[in-house]
């Protein structure tokens, strides 16, 4: 592996380029899918799909939904659960050790080069704006206790938004079963008012319970899930970005490499730790 010397003169080795990759989130997709096609072939085999079909039920249960949670939070926290959403489905993964190393490496440049030495592999990373962010304040001359206490805040914001996502989700698959059973409290109201006619109490009843079924479909099919996916995802994000910060720290501090490789071992998991100085 390196050596402290191969950084001490002369051209640098090549960055690692940690693999990333964008692509549909097979879990969720066939999880969700998967749970919707099991129960709408139990629905079509029971011999009576169109009895699960009632539009004023869906714009109880679907309109309510998004009617109550949009009280309790806000537009702005709405759309931002919905751009969260879709970075569930559509996401791009990238491999920790090797941004570890890809760290490690440019901390060596750091040490035997120079600061200003990083300048040149500033392009490699500038598809992480963390990382870019804090390598570009140590290039400028902050120091490494400033970098890594901005950095931090930025962590903390970007947490914060993502639990406002989470938690939007989490309110939905709360509030989904509760008009569900509104719902079927007004088709009761209904039915009950018809009582003199014996034959509309049957399809009135089975019309009333479907609210119930719509809101514990859209929350234990799909918001509780999708809030868990998000809440996992977001833990990720998590451990990247604390990864870019004491990296960012360190070389501010101008540490030794093998320090900033121990303490990145001891954040990442067991099965991507680096052994770059070995």
Do not use: H
């Not at 959403?85 to 941004?99: C, W």
């Not at 035997?112 to 490699?124: C, E, H, K, N, T």
Request: aromatic share 6%.
């Amino acid at each position: 592996m390196a050596t402290e010397a191969e950084t001490g003169g002369g051209a640098a080795r090549p960055l690692t380029q940690p693999s990333s990759q964008s692509s549909v989130d097979i879990a969720t997709v066939l999880g969700i899918l998967g749970a919707v096609v099991l129960i709408g072939a139990a629905i079509y085999l029971g011999g009576s799909p169109g009895a699960f079909v009632d539009l004023p039920s869906v714009f109880i249960v679907v309109g309510g939904t998004f009617g109550i949670t949009t009280a309790c939070f806000s537009f702005r926290d709405m759309g931002g659960a919905a751009v969260t959403v879709a970075r569930t489905f559509f996401r791009t993964q990238q491999n920790a050790g090797e941004a570890a190393e890809q760290m490690v490496q440019l901390a060596q440049i750091a040490r035997y080069r120079g600061v200003l030495a990083m300048q040149s592999y500033m392009p490699a990373v500038q598809d992480v704006p963390m990382l870019y962010q804090g390598l570009s304040m140590v290039i400028d001359g902050t120091s490494g206790d400033d970098v890594e206490r901005i950095m931090r805040r930025e962590v903390q914001a970007i947490g914060q938004r993502s639990s406002r996502s989470v938690a939007v989700l989490r309110k939905a698959a709360e509030i989904s079963p509760a008009m569900g059973l509104i719902g079927t409290l007004v088709g009761l109201i209904q039915m009950l008012g018809n009582l003199d006619d014996p034959s509309s109490i049957g399809p009135s009843m089975a019309v009333a319970l479907l609210t119930t079924f719509y809101g514990a479909i859209l929350s234990n099919v799909v918001f509780t899930p999708l809030a868990a996916k998000t809440e996992r995802n977001a833990m990720e994000e998590m451990l990247l970005n604390q990864l870019y910060v004491m990296a960012a720290a360190s070389i501010g501090r101008q540490e030794n490499p093998r320090r900033l490789e121990m303490v990145l071992n001891t954040m990442l998991p067991t099965s991507q730790r680096l052994d770059y100085f070995s």
